[in-house]
């Protein structure tokens, strides 16, 4: 693997290698280099928290992008979290090219996230700790059975006792009768806190009524268990997907083409997938179109709903907190994605300063799509039906007990969604026989209570809509003035769309209104459609919009200032790319960081007509059930990114039909797309007698 | 053909056949039996507007599937409406196994559906109408040219100068320069209005601002036009989707059975789809639970927003005025649906009294559909990871411009879920050049001005929730009682879902609530899940759930009642199946048929513990853009039936997995449905290296 990685190096620097592209994620060899250059500089002990591509500033990536002969290609540079001894925490800024550090800042009072390494070590403390053994005698366990306890180990969130000096962990407990039982039916009543510094239990939260360890039956879904049970169902035929002359799109390095589609991706440990200049080719206009700079989910925030101690602690920000990057699973052919599959790796750095890779992290393919568009003529019969395909780009990230899927994926009209599909396991509680929940939450399975918890995700959304100087609309459904009889509406049926420019950062904080049909346009307003006369828009479509339930002045609402509302805009700047801050584990909220932060310090900052941010917070309230248990069948969550008034039509009439006829020549059918026809057959055999074929 | 339908008829009455399921619509063979008996009873000359199932009585009709040996199989009856000459309506009710007509009513002042045959000859009658010409000569369309006029027969919805006891049609005017030219693209500015009784046309709307016909060049989207233009593109690959081992469902007449489901597809020519008695098997609980007894789209309005006269007219049912069923769509294998499709076809009479068949009206296919379930354990690494797989029961029908594609989906987790695709072409009104649209449409094409309107579909929900004593509760996510600081919030983190319990049928009239996340459980509370303690239950969760934008006491809030409120409850009654009423053309709504009066008579009847039926509306609010045109990409809408403390866990665990390994064997790949995993390739050649295979 080094010889390897020295090789990569040595082709680079002797130029058989193509340079990476500036958005590319660093390579292995890239991360090793950081690493080498931080550790000639700094001698001390370090252990390595994050290093990951410092993106190019904005004005020198679009500068080098319009003219790339003459313009200096941007650095390679790593932006880097180190801890040193004693919590120390340092943000260093290291160019690869100059081989140099150029910013190195002992950062005080902050805690960076939790990686897997800081999580794995947890369990085995906790039980080797006299007093968490002690607890576990309490309430049914004994010590020669503590290799049967397990922990999920959480950041603190933040605990006022603690404070944000102490790098610490919550340790969440859980039991196994056996070691293929699932742990989250036996959950233990107690928490101890962690100290990631001197790796010891500094103290234990221990409820006023206590509950013994859970008695019940094993309640698994894995294999052997079901089989045990009656086995598998034996119903279920096979589904091929098969693309026997290749996939439909191409990648350079990191740069995906696709239909008339364009796109950069990128990963970190943070946000995991991030898209970088998407750009639609505009057969119309006959060239390619900016649609967005840069989407990612760039934090997420999971309370839960139990008020009682230390339950409000568990608030999860499962991108700052933990890095969806760092939590990305190694993706499985024809497990995770179907069909003709891309990989993309990820690359990290582990603790110890070498870089590590996972597999597979990123999954690229296609998919039919159902029907693209379709219309008959009634009165002759002519007919026009397009199957649309849509090309998926995915990751997926395991936090402790739960999984998140998650699916970017781009549609032939210019379409973008983002679709999201929460699965894994519920995070449980112990609860007492017959123990009222207060509709905190729900018995799940005897002695299992499972909390209400809300998702709420943030998406950034860095818009590019013909280009980098957008505005903001808020549109709002709304009924025209008039009342019923008068002259301008006298059967009441005026509606119109009625539109509001948010003008300032202050002025760029929106809820959801769903009786509305709230959506936000953005717009660039010096750019108006030819037929229309209306700005090229692209419009956030999103259904899925809770208020964020804990409530204003608490906890959460201090820490997740970002999920306070549905839309905020800000101002483009290089250095916001964390709504919920930087370093979030143990922030207080006093004063919240990020968003709010960034607003209050410039409220009156104009957002019409510049480069702007969109912050789209959105999820879904989660009251649990028993249908959600051992393991939770899927539940999707989506969004759009749709174009209006951008293109002067259709944008995708170019796809080819599965069936076109024309009235002139109703009879003759003309199977333009034919051959995807002929592969689909009857069910239960015989021949198809559609009036058409 | 009528020699098939003979020996049809007599292999039933020799009992070759097996008897039709008292659910299954009415066969060619009842149907021509049906009218049959009506001619021979009403010899006068009667033009059919529909002959359907008059479906059992559902007490009659539950008795019969408990007992079905000992209790009387419930007959085979068609709900018949009938035109007589002089506009006179019939509605009657045969008996087709005692071979009589049970009941025959002249009803005044209504006018029941427009049919496809009723439609289909205005255009001829336009075309040689001199005040027609004339028009069309007003605005450049010289008599030589009529050929070239077309027009789309709407329903007149209501116009107060004409009333109910005429029936009339409204004409939309388009012209189409050429034959294969869209004729969206050239609207007309007036209005026919023809009577269907004397076949004339009566009157003309013309507007007081003349628009001449519009100059532009066509606006096209068949093969021959994008080939015009430069071709299709080349570079989509196929995506072959095959089922080699066959599918995995069976179908009995047209009872299917899947997974754990079961169903009975039926169809109307109002409806369309209709399914009816939705079971569960219940693994856990060793038997077949009831799920749905009736599943349909029952009605449905589109408003358009443009206040000037007589655009207050646009506003179809496009179930009610023209039949989902009669409007549908004969699929074709590969175009409409991809994989191994099983098809049903749909027989209907026609004006004459023959009964006439589409064929492939109903395609039924499986899908794969993602991730089911997954889980990874951090710490070691084990995993189980299931694919899902929906079943889909769709049809698509064109009304007029659109058309709507219906998809009712299957999971294998319990849920129902409801998909609509709209595509098609947007209804269009001229405009001249620089024309302001006053914010009530948008110029998506020079001289083509498409309105603002709404598609609001009403779901009738007839829940059977573990048998058919159920009760609605409303459910709102609420913040818990306590400011922040308090003993019994501190962190103000509490929340729960708050449930109020729809007591009568005034007071199951609800409206949708974004911010709270609102849902509806339709529960049993009888039946007490044994772990939570809260009602089995089916929770509707709809997200695209907008205000109807027409206002309180105007034409369309008069006549569309159901589409006041997101939801309404009423305590079952057979004949309560059409919320804006049995026959919907030229209703006035003064006062409102359907739902508003079932309730308004009623008002206190009880909706607890009893058989209840909700009424749910949704849809979208569709501001139209140049992307829409000249042929719309299928905008996409779902809502969710979802089991809510139905199961005692997750039903579908016993669905063979992709992979699963247990932390005793962390090294064992379990590759339990590996058949399946097979398939999959890498896009680009090459192994996949996948940490855990």
Redo the contacts between chains.
């Keep these: 693997m080094v010889l390897e990685r020295l090789k990569q190096v040595a082709s680079h620097v002797t130029g058989t290698l193509p340079p990476p592209h500036p958005l590319d994620p660093l390579s292995e060899a890239e991360i090793a280099s950081a690493v080498s250059i931080i550790r000639s500089e700094h001698k001390q002990e370090l252990f390595f928290n994050a290093v990951t591509l410092w993106e190019p500033r904005k004005a020198e990536m679009l500068a080098w992008l319009a003219t790339p002969e003459t313009t200096p290609r941007p650095h390679r540079v790593a932006d880097v979290v180190v801890i040193g001894k004693g919590s120390k925490v340092y943000d260093g800024v290291v160019d690869l090219d100059e081989k140099k550090v150029v910013s190195w800042e002992l950062t005080e009072g902050v805690q960076p996230l939790i990686t897997?390494e800081d999580?794995?070590i947890v369990?085995s403390i906790v039980r080797m700790d006299e007093k968490v053994i002690e607890q576990c005698g309490l309430i049914g366990i004994p010590r020669e059975n503590m290799h049967k306890v397990?922990c999920d180990p959480w950041t603190i969130g933040y605990d006022e006792r603690f404070g944000s000096n102490i790098r610490l962990q919550q340790a969440l407990m859980y039991y196994r009768p056996?070691?293929?039982d699932s742990q989250y039916t036996y959950p233990l009543d107690f928490c101890p806190i962690f100290n990631a510094d001197t790796q010891e239990i500094i103290h234990i939260d221990v409820p006023p009524i206590r509950r013994p360890l859970n008695l019940a039956p094993p309640?698994n879904?894995?294999?052997?268990a079901?089989e045990a049970e009656?086995?598998?169902?034996t119903?279920?035929?096979?589904?091929?997907?098969?693309?026997?002359?290749?996939?439909?799109?191409s990648?350079e390095g990191r740069t995906l083409k696709w239909?008339n589609w364009s796109v950069h991706i990128g990963f970190n440990y943070r946000e995991g997938l991030v898209l970088n200049n998407l750009t639609f080719f505009d057969?119309d206009e006959g060239r390619e179109r900016d649609v967005m700079w840069r989407l990612s989910l760039a934090e997420m925030v999971v309370?839960?709903?139990?008020?009682e101690?230390p339950?409000?602690r568990k608030?999860a920000f499962d991108l700052g907190e933990y890095g969806g990057g760092y939590?990305t699973?190694?993706?499985?052919?024809?497990?995770?994605?179907?069909?003709?599959?891309?990989?993309l790796d990820a690359a990290f750095v582990n603790r110890a300063g070498a870089p590590t890779t996972?597999?597979?992290a990123i999954c690229?393919?296609?998919?039919?799509a159902?029907?693209?568009?379709?219309?008959?003529d009634?009165?002759d019969d002519?007919c026009?039906?397009t199957?649309?395909?849509k090309l998926i780009m995915s990751h997926?990230f395991?936090a402790?007990?739960y999984?998140y899927?998650v699916y970017w994926i781009l549609?032939?009209?210019?379409?973008i969604q983002l679709e999201i599909?929460l699965?894994?396991?519920l995070n449980t509680y112990a609860m007492l026989p017959g123990e009222d929940t207060?509709?905190?939450g729900?018995?799940?399975?005897?002695g299992v209570n499972a909390h209400?918890h809300?998702h709420l995700f943030c998406m950034r959304i860095d818009p590019a809509v013909d280009g980098h100087s957008n505005s903001v609309f808020e549109?709002d459904?709304?009924?025209?003035p008039?009342?019923?009889g008068s002259a301008?509406?006298?059967?009441?049926?005026?509606?119109?769309?009625k539109k509001r420019l948010l003008e300032t950062q202050q002025g760029g904080v929106c809820?959801?209104?769903?009786?509305?049909?709230r959506t936000w346009e953005m717009a660039n307003t010096s750019r108006l459609?030819p037929?229309?006369?209306?700005p090229a828009s692209y419009k956030l479509v999103s259904?899925?919009?809770?208020?964020l339930?804990?409530?204003?002045?608490?906890?959460?609402?201090k820490r997740a200032g970002f999920a306070r509302h549905a839309v905020h805009v800000t101002k483009y700047d290089d250095s916001h790319l964390h709504p919920a801050g930087r370093h979030v584990p143990q922030t207080s909220g006093d004063p919240s960081q990020g968003l709010p932060a960034w607003i209050s310090a410039a409220p009156c900052t104009s957002i019409v007509d510049t480069d702007v941010v969109l912050w789209h917070t959105f999820g879904?309230?989660h009251?649990p059930?028993?249908?959600?248990?051992?393991?939770?069948?899927?539940e999707p969550m989506t969004l759009l990114l749709r174009?209006?008034?951008?293109?002067?039509?259709?944008?995708?009439?170019?796809?080819?039909?599965?069936?076109?006829?024309?009235?002139?020549a109703p009879k003759k059918n003309?199977f333009?797309?034919g051959?995807?026809?002929?592969?689909?057959?009857?069910?239960?055999g015989g021949t198809?007698?559609?009036?058409?074929?």
Tied chains: 1, 2.
Aim: neutral net charge; proline residues 8%; hydrophobic residues 30%.
């Design positions: 897997m999580l794995q369990e397990y056996h070691p293929d309640n879904y894995h294999a052997a079901v009656g086995g598998f169902r119903d279920i035929k096979p589904i091929h997907i098969t693309q026997p002359e290749g996939v439909s799109f990648v239909q057969r309370p839960y709903g139990n008020p101690h339950h409000q608030h939590m699973n190694s993706l499985s052919l024809g497990c995770d994605c179907k069909g003709a599959i891309h990989y996972i597999k597979n690229i393919h296609e998919e039919d159902g029907i693209l568009f379709k219309h008959t009634f009165r002519s026009t039906i199957r649309a395909r997926i395991t402790a007990n999984e899927c549609h032939q009209d210019g379409t599909k699965t894994g396991i207060h509709g905190w729900t018995q799940v399975y005897p209400n809300q549109v459904a709304a009924q025209g008039g009342e019923v301008e509406n006298k059967y009441g049926n005026a509606f119109y769309a809820d959801y209104d769903g009786d509305v049909s459609n037929y229309s006369g209306k259904r899925e919009v809770p208020k339930l804990p409530k204003e002045g608490g906890l959460v609402w879904i309230t009251f059930s028993p249908e959600d248990f051992p393991v939770m069948p899927a174009p209006r008034n951008f293109f002067r039509r259709n944008p995708c009439l170019d796809v080819p039909p599965s069936f076109s006829s024309a009235p002139s003309q333009v797309g051959k995807t026809v002929g592969e689909s057959t009857l069910a239960f198809s007698a559609c009036s058409k074929c």
